[in-house]
């Protein structure tokens, strides 16, 4: 994969801000402090990669800062927004109006169509049925996939389920993208055709991503990486740093 070539980017505002957040998770037979006082803030418009060992609270961290999991202290504010304090169904709401998801494993529902499956946030957040339609086809369009709208996800490729992954993600054109492992269940190809497409659209769109990812090929790709261990953030790398540990692997 190769580096992006966005020189000196200007950023916008802070629309995630973590302070001190902290999770628990309470076993039968031991606590385990996934987040320990976690601080970030990410400007609107980066491409942010959160690396780390494995069970060093990546995505725990991805799942608080987007109101997916709850946690037990800190606060997370989205475009100024307390996520901790909104109920259930308005965050539920919120996720679908102002956020899109792309997950390793696509996450796709397989009785449902590549536009079907596209346009689900949008009928979830009560859009009309045909102007979700158009929506999806659109953004169908966006990925190259408009001739397989009328697919099943088990008649694709993986590459292409991905695809259609990040156009349901896109459909709503969200403030944020949040992924986790993107390319993790990609060979090395599809994976640098996917990281093409992700770094296009937030050129294009201008949207903050979130990445967790394991390979510094992904992470080369985003404007700076965060670095996890033992549920803290124990090191940040630029661009320009992220670029030389992918040349090694």
């Known amino acids: 994969m190769e580096p992006r070539q966005d020189g000196k980017r200007e950023f916008g505002e802070v629309v995630i801000d973590a302070r001190g957040v902290v999770k628990t998770y309470d076993t039968s037979t031991v606590e385990v402090r996934a987040l320990r006082g976690v601080d970030l803030q ?10 780390g060992p494995s069970g060093c609270g990546k995505t725990t961290l991805l799942n608080s800062l987007s109101g997916l999991d709850e946690f037990d202290s800190g606060t997370v504010f989205i475009e100024g927004t307390d996520i901790n304090r909104m109920p259930d169904d308005k965050k539920t709401e919120f996720r679908a109006k102002d956020m899109g998801f792309v997950f390793q494993t696509y996450n796709l ?9 596209v346009e689900l946030p949008l009928i979830v957040s009560g859009t009309k049925p045909k102007v979700a339609r158009e929506m999806a086809l659109k953004s169908l369009d ?9 697919q099943r996800p088990a008649q694709l490729s993986g590459g292409q389920r991905q695809r ?11 403030a944020i993208v949040w ?10 190809a599809t ?14 769109e201008h949207q903050t991503c979130v990445i967790v990812t ?14 996890m261990a033992d549920g803290l953030i ?8 992220m670029v030389a540990v992918a040349a090694e692997h």
Do not use: F, Y
């Open 42 to 51: 990410v400007r609107k418009g980066e491409m942010v990669a959160i690396m």
């Open 109 to 117: 529902l397989p009785v449902l169509t590549a536009v079907e499956n």
């Open 142 to 150: 966006r990925v190259n996939l408009r001739d397989w709208a009328n």
């Open 164 to 174: 259609i992954t990040i156009a349901r993600a896109l459909v709503n054109r969200p």
């Open 179 to 188: 992924a986790d492992e993107p390319t993790g269940a990609l060979d090395s």
């Open 191 to 204: 994976a640098t055709e996917i990281m093409d497409l992700i770094v296009e659209l937030n050129s294009e």
């Open 214 to 227: 394991h390979d510094p090929k992904v992470a080369a790709r985003c404007h700076r990486t965060i670095h």
């Open 234 to 241: 124990v090191r940040e790398d630029s661009q320009a740093q």
